[in-house]
C-alpha cells in the first residue's frame, strides 16, 4: 500500500514573512495571498515562527470599545506584548512547530493535534522551508473517491499483502466506509484485514460481516 505523505500534500509556493515585516504588510500579504497565516524566517529560509490573523487581531481586542459594551480586556503579559508589536518577530508564535516532507498524514495530524496548531511549516534536512501543510490540506485524502479506495483494499490489502482469492472477501464502499463481507479461513485473519483497511488513504470507516471456518480461539496449541 502507498500512503500520502505531507509532501504530497503542502503547498509548495510559500508565502513568508521576514523578522522585520512590518505588521501592515503582513496583513496586506495575507489578505492578496487569501492565506491565513505566514511562516516567519531568517536570512537562510528557516522558519522562526508564524504569524496568524490570531496574532495579529489581538491588536484589535486590546483596544478600547467604541461603543462602550465591551469592558477593556486584561490580557497576560505576552499578549500585551503582541497587541503592541508592529514587526513580525514581535507578533509571530514561536518557534515554529515544523513538519518534514516524509511524514505520513497521520504523524503531522497528531503534531498539530499535540502542538494545538493549524498548519505547519515544512523543511528539509537544513531546516529551510519547503512548504507549508494546513489542516485542510491533510482532509484532501477524504476526498478519494470510493472506487479508488475499493481497488486499493481489493488489490493490495487482500491480494498482495494477504494473498486472499477476490471471490473470498467482498468490498463494498460508500462515502468512504468500507463494508466487508464474505468468509475467510481462520477468524484471526479478520481483525488483521479490518486493521490493514483502516490503514488505507481516505477511509473513513470499516465495518466487517466476514464469516470464517475455523475459530482461532477455539483452536489450542499442540504439545511437543
Not at 496568524?52 to 469592558?71: N, V, W
Not at 499578549?79 to 503592541?84: C, G, S
Not at 497521520?106 to 512548504?131: F, I, T, W
Request: proline fraction near 6%.
Amino acid at each position: 500500500m502507498q500512503h500520502r505523505t505531507v509532501a504530497d500534500l503542502m503547498t509548495r509556493d510559500v508565502v513568508r514573512a521576514r523578522r522585520d515585516t512590518p505588521f501592515k504588510e503582513i496583513v496586506e500579504l495575507l489578505a492578496r495571498n487569501d492565506v491565513t497565516a505566514v511562516p516567519v524566517v531568517d536570512e537562510l529560509d528557516r522558519p522562526l515562527g508564524v504569524v496568524s490573523e490570531a496574532d495579529l487581531l489581538r491588536k484589535c481586542s486590546a483596544q478600547a470599545d467604541p461603543s462602550g459594551h465591551a469592558p477593556l480586556p486584561h490580557p497576560e503579559a505576552w499578549e500585551r506584548a503582541k497587541a503592541a508589536g508592529v514587526r513580525a518577530e514581535e507578533l509571530m508564535s514561536a518557534p515554529a512547530v515544523c513538519a518534514r516532507p516524509e511524514w505520513s498524514v497521520v504523524e503531522a495530524a497528531r503534531s498539530m493535534a499535540a502542538q494545538n496548531v493549524k498548519r505547519l511549516p515544512v523543511v528539509d534536512e537544513a531546516g529551510r522551508l519547503r512548504g507549508i501543510v494546513s489542516r485542510g490540506d491533510l482532509l484532501r485524502i477524504f476526498l478519494r473517491g470510493d472506487d479508488a479506495i475499493r481497488d486499493e483494499i481489493t488489490r493490495d490489502v487482500l491480494g498482495r499483502t494477504l494473498g486472499l482469492a477476490p471471490s473470498g472477501v467482498t468490498v463494498e464502499v460508500h462515502e468512504g466506509q468500507v463494508t466487508l463481507g464474505g468468509s475467510v479461513e481462520v477468524s484471526s485473519l479478520i481483525p488483521i484485514i479490518e486493521r490493514l483497511c483502516r490503514n488505507v488513504d481516505g477511509v473513513v470507516s470499516v465495518s466487517a460481516h466476514i464469516g470464517y471456518r475455523i475459530d482461532a480461539s477455539r483452536t489450542s496449541p499442540t504439545g511437543a
